[in-house]
């Protein structure tokens, strides 16, 4: 029979997918015996149940109240009892954490009945008061679908009304009023009364919870986070606990070590007298846990001894929400805790040395995102004077922007390209899609653990939170700095999330100390406190480079390009493209051999690039001295070299306008550029075909090559070039050119004394190739997918233009998840690669096959290619790094 709940006792960790993030951990700390109030956990089959038949699957409303029984029995005490109610919090917890955009209502079994009880026994009636507003107000806009401002316009009324400067000088007949004002606007606004049952309080509340699965802030933002919609959500039912019940309660967040930088913890904000909702929402300012040491050095004891078992127990940083009710304390909450990609390797290292994981758990843990992160620039702050405002470090890396104070406003600057910052008093769930827009988000109230801070560090975006100095006035669109320096709307600012500092205007930036190690090698202390996250880097490279399978090359075309790629780790260069090397001054080259009437004029033209082509070649084999280097005949259409066909008749129009005869060339050029037009160029004269109909084209590229190897022979070098052939879509393509660069290779042979071989391949980059592969491997010594053009040909898109044109409507209506230009298509891409991988090597064991488009850098890609049994990926070479960690990774 399912089952659809489970008691907190029953449960563990392993059960993630059906208890949720926060159930699975409840059920885990109270197995480890921390201190958990007791519960339990309706499962995320329940809610798929729930929202694909609109109705809740059956039997569930009794398991509820069967461990609904269970759990009074434990309290000695009923839900909503009179003189003594027992209360629940009713909590959303998915699979992968979704911070803030799911619902939770607290305090439920409270009604007009038992508020007098809950005075009475906690001896405070505004204590009693405070709450049942809470669930009244949280229940009337969350279960009942009444506007949230309605609430706080009644609260902002009576606050007016008895010159009360915040809800704390509200007593306990202000909040009974208040109570009454909400019933009103709820029984106005939705013709209902707010529910007295708490059977049935219980009840709704657990299907607003399901229901807040399908809310628009939890889609956008498991769009952005690449989690499945069908998901579900667990609802956690557990028994309330308060931190507002005087001076020896209170709230708090914590980490076991800093989620910013991964130094040792403990870590985190704690709020006197407060519910743990109030320590998230910023909504008055936090202490840093270190206080609580002072203020209750026994529940800090306990605290930091059940964070070490949580450490110890995950084996990893953990985060905790905890409550302490008159001197006795409550885990709430745990798990493993969201961290900055320098956290991430830091601490990661940190635990492999105290042996609490081993070497290849550390690389699992760390990722190739992450260390994209780490390669990006920060800011040089040494001659810009003092900061407007210091605030937390929440979420590191530099961002300059125009400053923007609403959401709605960050998102339509954003998509008129414009940088902004997203500056808030605290942010809320609702302004999610203005924390996507922006660069940064600056806040001036709420610790490193609020809304704004924790989403940040999620999307890894850069964010200084609690920067109290600031007056931020949203209304009037700008903030003040504490010199007096007004910040208006679409003022630049520069915001250093590394450093927790605001500039004035755009602050220059300076490379990271990762990237100086992974140019330079040197791993040495900066005296900026990097070496720790430095060192964990080469650490993590150094082992990726041990496991990994998949060899990393990069894509070069320069020797400058290949000197850098080589530094970061490249094995060699996987995609030399030859074209750029015909730019330039070589442009007017390329037309003549375009333009040539004759066999001769041609040859004089391709005799003329030549020797620039040779040396092109020379420097980078020297670059790339004893490693191999793929080098690609010319590829795009020859048009591309050519003037634009629009300007040079425009041209020649005004020259006619103007009674001038039109400059002879242009006529001529234009005659060619008409001659070669195609309505789908990409689809046209390109890659292979060009050295089947260009007389000489082939030849003269492959002379350079070999003329060049024979160079870097004589010279004592290793060069190994490699000769691979585009676009070919049937096998006598290449045996065609194959056969030429054969003859060609054996005349520099002949003529240089030197013997220069080159192996042969070809890329596979249309879906013909990929399905004939057996055929083309009996002429190829190697493979390299080109999975650009392989994306564009296999799903008919064409790849310069459809990104910008249709790719966002797709990437909304989940059609895929990211674009496959970027990610590879496994289904479809990802099949015909599969295919030609065993077709190619039935034909030819030893074929060596590697991946040349954009895919080749892609962590996710690479994990692909590395099961789909190629020998090496290509990628940019700032990409190389990332690579190499991800191929690593995959191996694991
Ligand atoms: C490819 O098509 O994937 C490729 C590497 O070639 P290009 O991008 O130059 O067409
Ligand atoms: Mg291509």
Redo the contacts with the bound molecule.
């Keep these: 029979m399912v089952r659809y709940v489970y008691d907190f006792t029953e449960g563990g960790r392993e059960m993630v997918g059906l208890l949720g993030g926060k159930g699975s951990n409840l059920a885990e700390m109270t197995r480890l015996g921390l201190p958990v109030p007791p519960g339990f956990v309706i499962t995320t089959e329940a809610c798929r149940a729930f929202l694909t038949t609109g109705g809740e699957p059956m039997g569930m409303s009794r398991e509820v109240s069967d461990h609904l029984k269970a759990v009074e029995k434990a309290a000695g005490r009923r839900l909503g009892q009179r003189d003594d109610p027992l209360l629940l919090s009713v909590r959303s917890g998915a699979r992968f954490s979704m911070p803030g955009m799911m619902e939770t209502i607290l305090d439920i079994g409270l009604n007009d009945d038992s508020v007098l009880g809950l005075a009475k026994v906690s001896g405070s009636e505004r204590f009693a008061w405070d709450s049942y507003r809470r669930l009244v107000q949280m229940f009337g806009s969350t279960v009942m679908g009444v506007d949230a401002a309605l609430f706080e316009q009644a609260m902002a009324e009576l606050k007016d009304l008895r010159g009360a400067p915040d809800d704390m000088h509200l007593d306990a007949g202000d909040l009974a009023e208040l109570v009454e004002t909400y019933k009103t606007v709820i029984r106005r606004e939705t013709g209902e009364s707010f529910p007295q049952s708490p059977a049935e309080q219980l009840h709704r509340a657990i299907l607003a919870v399901f229901e807040s699965w399908n809310g628009e802030r939890a889609r956008l933002y498991r769009r952005r986070e690449h989690i499945p919609d069908d998901l579900g959500t667990a609802v956690s039912v557990q028994r309330m606990v308060f931190g507002n019940l005087g001076s020896d309660s209170g709230s708090g967040v914590a980490f076991t070590r800093d989620p910013a930088t991964g130094h040792p913890g403990p870590y985190g904000d704690y709020l006197p007298n407060a519910q743990g909702e109030d320590v998230v929402a910023g909504i008055r300012n936090t202490v840093p846990l270190s206080e609580l040491e002072r203020l209750d050095p026994t529940s800090y004891a306990r605290l930091c001894a059940h964070m070490r078992t949580l450490e110890r127990h995950y084996r990893d940083l953990c985060d905790i929400e905890f409550t302490i009710e008159r001197g006795t304390l409550w885990m709430l909450q745990t798990r493993v805790g969201k961290r900055t990609a320098e956290a991430a390797f830091a601490l990661t290292a940190a635990l492999a040395d105290e042996g609490l994981i081993t070497p290849d758990e550390s690389l699992a843990r760390v990722s190739g995102e992450g260390l994209t992160r780490l390669m990006f620039p920060r800011f040089d702050t040494s001659g810009n004077g003092d900061p407007l405002a210091r605030g937390l470090p929440a979420s590191p890396g530099a961002a300059v922007g125009a400053a923007v104070f609403h959401s709605a406003e960050a998102v339509r600057r954003a998509a008129a390209s414009e940088k902004v910052i997203l500056v808030r008093r605290e942010t809320t769930p609702d302004d999610l899609p203005g924390m996507i827009a922006a660069q940064a988000v600056l806040t001036s109230r709420g610790g490193k653990t609020s809304h704004a801070a924790v989403v940040a560090r999620g999307m890894g975006k850069v964010c200084v939170c609690g920067a109290e100095d600031l007056e931020v006035d949203t209304e009037a669109q700008r903030f003040t700095a504490p010199d007096g320096t007004v910040v208006e709307e679409g003022t630049v600012i520069s915001v250093d999330g590394s450093a927790g500092a605001v500039y004035p205007g755009s602050v220059p930036l300076v490379d990271s100390a990762v990237m100086r190690f992974l140019e330079t090698g040197d791993t040495g202390d900066t005296g900026e406190g990097s070496a720790g996250v430095v060192d964990a880097v080469a650490r993590a490279l150094a082992r990726a480079d041990t496991v990994r399978r998949l060899e990393v090359r990069a894509n070069a075309d320069t020797p400058e390009d290949a000197v850098r790629a080589r530094r970061f780790g490249a094995q060699g260069i996987g995609?030399c493209?030859t074209e750029h090397m015909f730019l330039g001054e070589r442009r007017k080259l390329v037309e003549e051999m375009i333009l040539a009437r004759s066999d001769t004029e041609r040859h004089g033209a391709l005799a003329a690039l030549l020797p620039l082509q040779r040396q092109d070649f020379v420097g980078i084999l020297e670059a790339m001295d004893g490693l191999p280097v793929t080098i690609r005949l010319l590829?795009p259409p020859l048009h591309e070299f050519l003037p634009d066909r629009t300007e040079l008749a425009v041209r020649i129009a005004a020259a006619e306008a103007r009674g001038d005869l039109p400059v002879a060339r242009d006529v001529e050029l234009l005659a060619a550029v008409n001659r070669m037009h195609e309505e789908n160029p990409m689809l046209g004269l390109r890659g292979v075909r060009l050295g089947l109909v260009v007389p000489g084209l082939v030849a003269m590229q492959v002379r350079a090559i070999g003329e060049a190897v024979a160079e870097r022979t004589r010279a004592d070098g290793a060069p190994q070039a490699e000769i691979m052939v585009p676009l070919v879509g049937d096998v006598r393509e290449l045996r065609i050119v194959r056969e030429e660069v054969q003859r060609v290779l054996a005349e520099v042979s002949e003529a240089s004394g030197v013997p220069v071989t080159c192996p042969v391949g070809t890329m596979i980059?249309l879906p013909r190739a990929a399905l004939t592969a057996g055929r083309i491997a009996e002429e190829a010594e190697f493979f390299s997918f080109?999975?650009?053009?392989?994306t564009q040909t296999t799903w008919g898109f064409s790849r310069d233009d459809v990104e910008a044109e249709f790719f966002s409507a797709y990437l909304d209506k989940g059609v895929f998840p990211t674009s496959p230009f970027e990610t590879i298509d496994q289904d479809g891409v990802g099949r015909l690669v599969g295919i030609a991988v065993a077709e190619g090597r039935t034909t030819r064991p030893e074929l060596k096959i590697g991946v040349?488009?954009e895919h080749g850098g892609d962590p996710e890609s690479v994990h692909f290619f590395h099961a789909a049994g190629l020998d090496y990926v290509s990628c940019s070479p700032f990409r190389v790094p990332v690579a190499r960690l991800e191929a690593g990774r995959a191996a694991l």
């Design positions: 995609l493209r590829d980059e080109g999975t650009n053009d392989l040349c488009g």
